[in-house]
């Protein structure tokens, strides 16, 4: 389901995931859509607040995200700052891709590590005479930032992955109809 391909540049790391969630596009999307007040800070133990900086278009934003600290507190809070691209295809894909930048609204904050998300996202994927199923493909090219071990990285990435799915499933099985 995830697998890592870690390169050491100031630790940053690929990671990429699949699943299959059971059920419809638009509801997996209702989770995972990248939006201020939105389900994800609901359901993803990494999100801890998502905050709108800028409206480029109605696809396209400039958010931060917030996250808390992790690996028993081994990883102390960090922030994002991101352009994000939301993509709809004929096939009905969605897809939210994003990469860092700077935002003049946004400089570093204080009790944050400001890590940086190298091209990212989420894919969801129709499947074929399946309307009930979804399959879920993530990404992840991110520095940390600060100074931490490799193998602390190395042991956070995989696992927090692995459990983004677990909850995605659980959280869109909450849903209502809609």
């Known amino acids: 389901m995830c697998s890592p391909d870690c390169v050491l540049s100031n630790i940053l790391c690929s990671y990429k995931g699949e699943g299959v969630i059971s059920s419809s596009l638009e509801k997996v999307w ?21 905050e709108l900086l800028e409206q480029i278009t109605e696809d396209i934003s400039i958010c931060r995200t917030v996250t808390p600290s992790a690996a028993m507190g081994i990883i102390a809070p960090r922030d994002f700052v991101d352009v994000i691209l939301i993509k709809r295809y004929e096939d009905g894909t969605i897809s939210s891709n994003a990469t860092n930048v700077n935002h003049p609204g946004c ?35 991110t520095d940390l930032g600060g100074f931490l071990p490799r193998s602390v990285v190395d042991s956070f990435f995989p696992s927090s992955m692995a459990e983004f799915y677990s909850n995605l499933a659980k959280a869109v099985k909450s849903l209502k109809d809609f």
Do not use: A
Request: net charge positive; charged share 20%.
């Open 30 to 50: 209702e989770c995972l859509k990248p939006v201020p007040n939105g389900l994800r800070v609901k359901w993803d133990n990494n999100v801890k607040r998502f």
């Open 107 to 141: 400089s570093p904050q204080s009790g944050y590590v400001r890590g940086f998300n190298h091209p990212c996202g989420c894919i969801c994927v129709p499947i074929s005479g399946e309307p009930n199923k979804t399959q879920v493909f993530s990404f992840f090219q």
